[in-house]
């Protein structure tokens, strides 16, 4: 039997009902998840309420679930639409990129509660009727934990294209929008997947946070799996606290399955170089399955045909030597007039930083700074506790396929898993084991900052050339020797970069780390962590702006000082591309 689907010509067959069935199960996914996003678009219009009343009860988990998942992917879409936009801005402007490149060193040491007032009290200023801006609120911190990671991945990506490729665009004549897509986009691919799911698990860490957030005297909360944890740590319900546990493991296998996997297996097509490597049998059932239903490909088909129908131009009024004159000055005009408004920002930004910070005596000045210390102290003992076992077991699981297979999606969910919500039992061992809070941070930053680490350094060992491998056979070099003579030395630049995301992900776990809650009673230690917590709560704007710019001050110095020169070094010496 012949039809022709859309305009499309071609020759289908009449099948059996039974062949439909997944593009039925497809249709009733997608009418369920439309229906899940009308309440939560419901949730969001509804009348302001400052505090939601949280039900713990288990039936109300998947409703909050599903808020947060869907709070979690709106914050990583706006962070994909920042990352192709900034990062695209600063790789090919140079006189913005020395601007916009320090500005974003600079915002990923904010930490999310630096964040928090200005954009929660500007927000329901502007909906003061609904709760769309909490809703923006909570998304825009969540964003905060997501975009830098990505946005400097891809800027090092258009940075570091490989020079054939240039060569290729320039002899084919790419426009900038053909660049983009057909060379740059591709190039970047890999790499900005997996810093996605980075991102996404940095947004995941501050979930409770994003949810459910003490501001001055107000308690502003919001329906979904933070908040439905933090009411749960606070009255202590354990039972609550285990179904919010396995809600969470819920969101993370599904995302892996549906999301992260495909993705990872479709880039792969994107890949500069073949290699013989075991990622080369990756699968994903998810992507197998969308590519057999047939309602897909019919609407690729007729999209297809629709974009392919001639289309009669107009002629153009203008020359094209005098079109392409007008265009690059409409471009430059644009560049210079958001060039001028990020200064703009930034000027307005630094006098009322200075406004707050300038009310502050001497004595609060010497506590933020003993605050920064005795945290930095405490990033320093996590980077070394970290290192210590993620670097070995790191390598032997880069360096076995077999384990790589088992053990990476292993890693990757704990590693997804938010640390926030494991601290309510880790707070109850401390205080069986009578060990202060001082020391116990120290394992809650832990849990937040060692799979950094462990990520970097598993796929350098992932990626150790063959032929490295086989001179260290032909040199009898094993076990131990093998250890240090060849993969410390391989995995040592990609250990760099773990130690600068971990040393970031641990200055920012220490807002939680520091000042925790344990059967409704708040537990603190001397921080600059729990110094930004207490002033957040306490509405005290003048010491949380300079505890966060002391914050910010340090990091960007330890990145400057510190990080930059090991990375020089490691980039100099053990770069395998050397």
Known sequence: MEWMPWGVPGRFRLRPLTAYWPDAVFILCLAGLFYGLAGFEEQITAHFRPAFEIDLSPLALPKYALFSLARGLAAYAISLIFTLLYGYWAAK?????????PLLDVLQS?????????VVLALIALFPRSNIGLELASIIMIFTGQAWNMTFGFYHSLRSLPPEQREAAAVFRFNWWQKLRWVELPSAASGLVWNSMMSMAGGWFFLMVSEAFMLGERDYRLPGLGSYMSVAVDKGNYPAMAWAFLAMIAIIVALDQLLWRPLTVWVRRYRLEESGGETDTDSSWFLE???KLKVLKAAELGLHHLMMRPTKQPAHPLTPPVRGKIERWLLSSLRWALFAAVIG??????????????????????????????????VFVVLLAATLWTLPVGILIGRSPAALKILRPVVQIAASFPAPMLFPVMVALFIWLHLSLGWGSILLMLLGSQWYILFNVIGAAAAVPADLKEATVSFRLSGWRQFTALYVPAV?????????????GAWNASIVAEKVSYNGQPLATDGIGALISQSAERGDFHTLAASIMVMAAVVVLLNRVLWGRLSGLAQERYSLGK
């Open 492 to 504: 040592f630049p990609a250990l760099v970069t773990g130690w600068v995301t971990a040393a970031g």
């Open 93 to 101: 402007d140079e006189r913005a990129g020395s601007i916009l490149v």
């Open 345 to 378: 920002v930034l000027l307005y930004a630094a006098a009322q930083l200075a406004g707050l910070v300038a009310e502050l005596g001497v004595a609060e000045w010497k506590a933020v700074w003993y605050s920064t210390f005795l945290t930095f102290l405490r």
């Open 110 to 118: 904010i930490p999310v509660l630096g964040f928090m007032p200005g």
């Open 289 to 291: 399955w969308l590519t």
